[in-house]
């Protein structure tokens, strides 16, 4: 009874155990073969570490046991890469490292002075597959090919440029370079925006600078002010010249047509003479005779047959002094 009672126990025990193995191989293998993938995410499986498959958002399973392995990309994340600088905690007062980082900013112009450039490229990946294969380590080629890009259009423009209005410019033509040369190598990443967060003289010439800064904003100035008193004078000026001309054109245009009235009136008058002169010698003497006469205080009617005017003259002079005794 002993012994099988024994051999019973011993039976239980072990099926227990087979049970309780099973059970734990089982979540083992569920463990191994069940993976999620996030909203933002791709799963790239590899296979014995060969690429497999890529798999969507969701709950998905995998051969278990290593056999196959998945790597989760967050292909709707956008990253950032800072060159120049580094930001120790973002915020509304944001904390920049003291550290500086004169490798990566300082850089040579194309007229060969010497600036300070900072900037910060941000990325998506766009394709999970060429960003795990195609290139070794995408982040620090990133770098690598961001800064050199950066050095060739820096070097393309001259300090003031760099320094003042070239910066949206330079940015630009940044991202459309960097976008080209990562196609080029089929790094799977695209470009978001290049900003150029600070360009500086360095901190040896920068008070000279800022002094050349200051005289060119006092000549726009000086510029401006004088374009504003040129504006204002010159309108005026023009505006009188203009006044000035339509009156010496409306005098022009008065006399030539006084002028031709008393043409039209000398022919006309020509004319009648021609046909009749004594009458029109006669009224020609009449009308000028009417318009002196009114005009004259003493007027004397002499016969034509009077030889001797004088002595009438005197009287009448004298008869005014007796008048006047």
């Known amino acids: 009874m002993r012994v099988s009672v024994g051999d019973n126990t011993i039976s239980l025990s072990r099926g227990r155990f ?4 099973t059970g734990v191989v089982v979540l083992i293998f569920v463990i191994s073969a069940l993976y999620s993938v996030g909203a933002d995410e791709e799963g790239v499986i590899q296979r014995f570490g060969k690429y497999a498959r890529k798999t969507n958002p ?29 930001t120790l905690k973002p915020g509304i007062k944001t904390q920049y490292s003291s550290k500086r980082y004169d490798d990566e900013s300082i850089m040579l112009t194309g007229d060969l002075n010497v600036a300070e450039v900072e900037w910060i490229v941000q990325y998506k990946i766009k394709n999970s597959y ?31 440029n760099v320094l003042t209005m070239g910066r949206v410019d330079i940015a630009k033509d940044v991202e459309e370079e960097l976008q080209a040369l990562l196609d080029q190598f089929d790094s799977g990443m695209q470009i978001v925006t290049v900003k150029l967060q600070g360009v500086n003289p360095p ?13 060119k904003q006092d000549r ?22 203009e006044q000035k001309i339509a009156e010496a054109e409306g005098y022009a245009l008065r006399r030539v047509n006084a002028a031709q009235g008393d043409v039209a009136l000398f022919n006309q008058v020509y004319k009648e003479y021609r046909l009749a002169p004594d009458v029109t010698r006669r009224r020609l003497y009449l009308e000028t005779m009417g318009k002196i006469l ?26 005014k002094g007796g008048e006047g005794q």
Do not use: C
């Open 18 to 21: 087979r049970n309780l193995a």
């Open 58 to 86: 969701g709950l998905h399973m995998k051969v278990p046991f290593g056999i196959e392995t998945v790597r989760k990309i967050k292909v709707k994340k956008v990253f950032k890469q800072e060159f120049g600088f580094r």
């Open 130 to 160: 060429n960003y795990l294969f195609k290139i070794q380590d995408p982040d620090e080629t990133l770098r690598a090919m961001s800064e050199a890009v950066v050095r060739r259009v820096v070097g393309d423009r001259t300090v003031a």
């Open 203 to 215: 901190d040896p010439v920068r008070p000279a600078f800022n002094e050349v800064n200051r005289a």
């Open 220 to 241: 726009e100035t000086m510029i401006n002010e004088a374009w504003e008193d040129y504006n204002k004078r010159i309108p005026r000026a023009q505006g009188e010249a």
């Open 294 to 319: 009114p005009q004259m205080s003493d007027i004397y009617i002499i016969d034509q047959e009077q030889k001797a005017i004088l002595p009438f003259l005197d009287l009448g002079k004298k008869a």
